[in-house]
């Protein structure tokens, strides 16, 4: 299994510092509470970041992720994620599939994560959590979307994949509002 945490956005929403770096009430970085919750979950875990941002890739490097620098072409949601899933090939464990979350969810319980893996390993094709009846992230796929997840292209990330798929998606229900709670701007910062 590897996790995928996407980082290559820009953050537009937030203003013009980079929300990913910025601090928790805890003192964490968005991104690093992310990080260390994927691969807390998943020890090998890919984090795709834009070439320019060195900071961040470090920080997520030091963290244990393997980083993955996409192209500039590659910084809409599903083409980084498109790159990250051809750059995973190189890894055996991609045979067992992928849980994919983003970078700007730092709430989200390690367990959830590891429960998304534990059903893929268990034979399910596509894993959504919800919470109280709502769908979040990390979603979890199988090795035989590789295809699917390679050729997808633009802003819409995999949502195309379930909307092609529906008959393949697992709902699991968790008990973790973290996987509905992303940071968009400075006030979310204050959750």
Known sequence: MIGILLAAGFSRRFGISDKLLQALPDGNPIALASAKRLIEAIPLSIAVVRPENKALALLLQDAGLKVFFCSEQ?????????????????????????????????????????AIASKLSEGASIVVPTYQGKRGHPVGFSAKFRA???????????????????????????????ILADIDTPADLKL
């Open 74 to 114: 590659e910084t809409e949601m599903a083409d980084s994620l498109s790159a990250a899933i051809k750059f995973s090939a190189s890894f055996s464990e991609s045979s067992d599939g992928f849980v994919i979350a983003l970078a700007d969810m730092p709430y989200i319980d390690s367990k959830t994560a590891a």
């Open 148 to 178: 699917d997840l390679e050729s997808l292209h633009g802003d819409e990330g995999a949502r195309s994949i379930l909307k092609r798929y529906p008959e393949e998606v697992v709902f699991l229900e968790c008990d973790d509002s973290g």
